[in-house]
Antibody
Framework: QVQLQESGPGLVKPSQTLSLTCTVS??????????WTWIRQHPGKGLEWIGH???????SYNPSLMSRTTISIDRFKNRFSLRLTSVTAADTAVYYC???????????????WGHGTTVIVSS | DIQMTQSPSSVSASVGDRVTLTCRAS??????LAWYQQRPGEAPRLLIY???TLHSGVPSRFTGGGSGTDFTLTINSLQPDDFATYYC?????????FGGGTKVELK
Protein backbone atom coordinates (compact mmCIF):
# COMPACT_ATOMS: atom_id res chain seq x y z
CA GLN A 1 0.00 0.00 0.00
CA VAL A 2 1.43 3.36 -1.06
CA GLN A 3 2.20 5.67 1.85
CA LEU A 4 2.92 9.38 1.90
CA GLN A 5 4.86 11.32 4.52
CA GLU A 6 5.20 15.08 4.76
CA SER A 7 8.35 16.69 6.16
CA GLY A 8 9.61 20.21 6.65
CA PRO A 9 9.91 23.04 9.15
CA GLY A 10 7.01 23.53 11.51
CA LEU A 11 7.73 27.22 11.98
CA VAL A 12 8.33 29.78 9.25
CA LYS A 13 8.85 33.51 9.66
CA PRO A 14 6.58 35.97 7.88
CA SER A 15 7.75 36.94 4.37
CA GLN A 16 9.92 33.83 4.14
CA THR A 17 9.40 30.70 2.04
CA LEU A 18 7.57 27.61 3.24
CA SER A 19 9.15 24.41 1.88
CA LEU A 20 7.67 20.95 2.38
CA THR A 21 8.48 17.56 0.93
CA CYS A 22 6.27 14.52 0.52
CA THR A 23 8.06 11.20 0.34
CA VAL A 24 6.27 8.35 -1.38
CA SER A 25 6.92 4.81 -0.15
CA UNK A 26 5.78 1.35 -1.27
CA UNK A 27 5.11 2.70 -4.75
CA UNK A 28 6.71 4.67 -7.56
CA UNK A 29 5.96 8.31 -8.18
CA UNK A 30 6.87 7.67 -11.83
CA UNK A 31 4.25 5.00 -12.43
CA UNK A 32 1.93 7.51 -14.05
CA UNK A 33 -1.80 7.83 -13.71
CA UNK A 34 -1.72 9.99 -10.60
CA UNK A 35 -1.80 13.58 -9.55
CA TRP A 36 0.55 14.22 -6.64
CA THR A 37 -1.34 16.80 -4.65
CA TRP A 38 -0.97 19.37 -1.88
CA ILE A 39 -3.98 20.37 0.22
CA ARG A 40 -4.08 22.52 3.33
CA GLN A 41 -6.44 23.03 6.22
CA HIS A 42 -6.50 26.23 8.23
CA PRO A 43 -7.02 25.77 11.99
CA GLY A 44 -10.57 24.65 12.63
CA LYS A 45 -11.52 25.21 9.00
CA GLY A 46 -12.17 23.31 5.81
CA LEU A 47 -9.87 22.03 3.10
CA GLU A 48 -8.15 24.04 0.38
CA TRP A 49 -6.60 22.51 -2.73
CA ILE A 50 -3.20 24.06 -3.39
CA GLY A 51 -2.19 22.22 -6.56
CA HIS A 52 -0.79 19.06 -8.04
CA UNK A 53 1.90 17.67 -10.29
CA UNK A 54 2.22 14.62 -12.52
CA UNK A 55 5.30 12.46 -13.04
CA UNK A 56 6.36 14.45 -16.11
CA UNK A 57 6.63 17.60 -14.01
CA UNK A 58 3.56 19.36 -15.34
CA UNK A 59 1.80 21.18 -12.49
CA SER A 60 -1.53 22.91 -11.89
CA TYR A 61 -2.20 25.43 -9.16
CA ASN A 62 -5.06 27.08 -7.35
CA PRO A 63 -5.29 30.56 -8.88
CA SER A 64 -5.62 32.04 -5.39
CA LEU A 65 -2.10 30.85 -4.56
CA MET A 66 -0.52 30.44 -7.98
CA SER A 67 1.67 33.53 -7.86
CA ARG A 68 3.41 32.21 -4.72
CA THR A 69 3.37 28.45 -5.30
CA THR A 70 5.72 25.99 -6.93
CA ILE A 71 5.25 22.23 -6.86
CA SER A 72 8.13 20.11 -8.10
CA ILE A 73 8.86 16.41 -8.44
CA ASP A 74 12.01 14.37 -7.88
CA ARG A 75 11.50 11.00 -9.54
CA PHE A 76 14.90 9.69 -8.41
CA LYS A 77 14.13 10.32 -4.75
CA ASN A 78 10.48 9.37 -5.19
CA ARG A 79 9.17 12.55 -3.67
CA PHE A 80 7.49 15.81 -4.52
CA SER A 81 7.71 19.22 -2.93
CA LEU A 82 5.82 22.42 -2.21
CA ARG A 83 7.28 25.91 -2.05
CA LEU A 84 5.12 28.81 -0.95
CA THR A 85 6.79 32.21 -0.96
CA SER A 86 6.13 35.40 0.99
CA VAL A 87 4.15 33.65 3.69
CA THR A 88 1.92 35.45 6.20
CA ALA A 89 -0.03 34.31 9.24
CA ALA A 90 -2.84 33.39 6.85
CA ASP A 91 -0.66 30.53 5.61
CA THR A 92 -0.67 28.88 9.03
CA ALA A 93 -2.31 25.52 8.43
CA VAL A 94 -1.95 21.76 8.39
CA TYR A 95 -0.46 20.83 5.04
CA TYR A 96 -1.33 17.46 3.54
CA CYS A 97 0.16 15.68 0.57
CA UNK A 98 -2.10 13.25 -1.22
CA UNK A 99 -2.39 11.04 -4.27
CA UNK A 100 -5.27 11.44 -6.68
CA UNK A 101 -6.13 9.38 -9.70
CA UNK A 102 -5.70 10.89 -13.14
CA UNK A 103 -8.56 9.87 -15.35
CA UNK A 104 -11.44 7.52 -14.75
CA UNK A 105 -14.30 7.90 -12.28
CA UNK A 106 -11.85 8.64 -9.46
CA UNK A 107 -10.28 11.50 -11.36
CA UNK A 108 -8.83 14.15 -9.05
CA UNK A 109 -10.16 12.42 -5.96
CA UNK A 110 -7.51 11.91 -3.26
CA UNK A 111 -7.52 8.30 -2.17
CA UNK A 112 -4.26 8.28 -0.20
CA TRP A 113 -3.20 11.03 2.20
CA GLY A 114 -0.19 11.76 4.35
CA HIS A 115 -0.73 12.35 8.06
CA GLY A 116 -0.30 16.08 7.59
CA THR A 117 2.23 18.52 8.96
CA THR A 118 1.46 21.68 10.89
CA VAL A 119 3.13 24.86 9.70
CA ILE A 120 2.93 27.98 11.81
CA VAL A 121 3.91 31.33 10.36
CA SER A 122 5.18 33.53 13.14
CA SER A 123 8.13 35.70 14.00
CA ASP B 1 -14.56 28.71 -8.86
CA ILE B 2 -17.31 26.21 -8.10
CA GLN B 3 -18.70 26.80 -4.60
CA MET B 4 -19.64 23.77 -2.54
CA THR B 5 -22.17 24.29 0.24
CA GLN B 6 -22.80 21.63 2.86
CA SER B 7 -25.74 21.44 5.20
CA PRO B 8 -26.29 21.22 8.02
CA SER B 9 -23.03 22.45 9.51
CA SER B 10 -23.55 20.03 12.36
CA VAL B 11 -25.97 17.29 13.30
CA SER B 12 -26.53 15.46 16.58
CA ALA B 13 -27.36 11.80 16.40
CA SER B 14 -27.21 8.56 18.35
CA VAL B 15 -25.57 5.23 17.63
CA GLY B 16 -27.86 3.31 15.30
CA ASP B 17 -29.46 6.40 13.75
CA ARG B 18 -29.56 7.12 10.04
CA VAL B 19 -28.28 10.54 9.01
CA THR B 20 -28.30 12.27 5.65
CA LEU B 21 -25.85 15.03 4.81
CA THR B 22 -26.29 17.39 1.88
CA CYS B 23 -23.85 19.04 -0.50
CA ARG B 24 -24.81 21.56 -3.17
CA ALA B 25 -22.61 22.75 -6.02
CA SER B 26 -22.92 26.26 -7.45
CA UNK B 27 -23.04 24.79 -10.96
CA UNK B 28 -23.58 21.46 -12.65
CA UNK B 29 -20.76 19.03 -11.84
CA UNK B 30 -22.46 15.89 -13.21
CA UNK B 31 -21.24 13.13 -10.86
CA UNK B 32 -17.78 14.53 -10.22
CA LEU B 33 -18.21 14.51 -6.47
CA ALA B 34 -16.37 12.83 -3.62
CA TRP B 35 -17.05 12.51 0.10
CA TYR B 36 -14.40 12.33 2.79
CA GLN B 37 -14.52 11.59 6.52
CA GLN B 38 -12.15 13.34 8.91
CA ARG B 39 -11.76 12.38 12.53
CA PRO B 40 -10.06 14.84 14.93
CA GLY B 41 -6.30 14.89 14.48
CA GLU B 42 -6.42 12.68 11.40
CA ALA B 43 -6.14 13.18 7.68
CA PRO B 44 -9.30 12.99 5.60
CA ARG B 45 -10.29 9.54 4.42
CA LEU B 46 -11.98 8.95 1.07
CA LEU B 47 -15.42 7.37 1.36
CA ILE B 48 -17.18 7.84 -1.97
CA TYR B 49 -16.24 9.06 -5.44
CA UNK B 50 -18.16 9.62 -8.65
CA UNK B 51 -21.05 10.62 -6.37
CA UNK B 52 -22.17 7.06 -5.65
CA THR B 53 -19.16 4.69 -5.82
CA LEU B 54 -17.97 3.31 -2.50
CA HIS B 55 -14.19 3.44 -2.11
CA SER B 56 -12.44 0.15 -1.36
CA GLY B 57 -12.75 -0.91 2.26
CA VAL B 58 -15.49 1.56 3.18
CA PRO B 59 -18.44 -0.01 5.00
CA SER B 60 -21.64 -0.40 3.02
CA ARG B 61 -23.61 1.67 5.54
CA PHE B 62 -22.25 4.72 3.67
CA THR B 63 -24.29 5.61 0.58
CA GLY B 64 -23.81 8.46 -1.84
CA GLY B 65 -26.49 9.91 -4.07
CA GLY B 66 -27.30 12.75 -6.42
CA SER B 67 -25.97 14.30 -9.59
CA GLY B 68 -25.76 17.71 -11.19
CA THR B 69 -25.83 20.17 -8.31
CA ASP B 70 -27.40 18.31 -5.38
CA PHE B 71 -25.79 15.42 -3.56
CA THR B 72 -26.30 13.40 -0.41
CA LEU B 73 -24.28 11.18 1.88
CA THR B 74 -26.36 8.82 3.98
CA ILE B 75 -24.94 6.89 6.90
CA ASN B 76 -27.18 4.02 7.89
CA SER B 77 -26.98 2.76 11.47
CA LEU B 78 -24.38 5.16 12.83
CA GLN B 79 -21.46 3.50 14.56
CA PRO B 80 -19.19 5.07 17.21
CA ASP B 81 -16.38 5.46 14.63
CA ASP B 82 -18.67 7.52 12.39
CA PHE B 83 -18.77 10.58 14.67
CA ALA B 84 -16.55 12.86 12.62
CA THR B 85 -16.63 15.71 10.12
CA TYR B 86 -17.61 14.99 6.52
CA TYR B 87 -16.50 17.00 3.50
CA CYS B 88 -17.63 16.95 -0.09
CA UNK B 89 -15.28 17.85 -2.94
CA UNK B 90 -15.99 18.61 -6.58
CA UNK B 91 -13.65 17.16 -9.19
CA UNK B 92 -15.34 18.74 -12.20
CA UNK B 93 -13.05 21.70 -12.76
CA UNK B 94 -10.04 23.53 -11.39
CA UNK B 95 -9.54 24.73 -8.82
CA UNK B 96 -10.81 21.67 -6.97
CA UNK B 97 -13.00 22.88 -4.12
CA PHE B 98 -14.39 21.44 -0.91
CA GLY B 99 -17.50 22.11 1.10
CA GLY B 100 -17.25 23.61 4.55
CA GLY B 101 -17.98 20.30 6.24
CA THR B 102 -20.71 18.74 8.36
CA LYS B 103 -19.85 17.61 11.86
CA VAL B 104 -21.73 14.54 13.06
CA GLU B 105 -21.86 14.70 16.83
CA LEU B 106 -23.08 12.34 19.50
CA LYS B 107 -26.45 13.35 20.88
Amino acid sequence: QVQLQESGPGLVKPSQTLSLTCTVSSGSISSGGHHWTWIRQHPGKGLEWIGHIIYSGSASYNPSLMSRTTISIDRFKNRFSLRLTSVTAADTAVYYCARADYGGPGHDVSDIWGHGTTVIVSS
Amino acid sequence: DIQMTQSPSSVSASVGDRVTLTCRASQNIADWLAWYQQRPGEAPRLLIYAATTLHSGVPSRFTGGGSGTDFTLTINSLQPDDFATYYCQQASSFPLTFGGGTKVELK
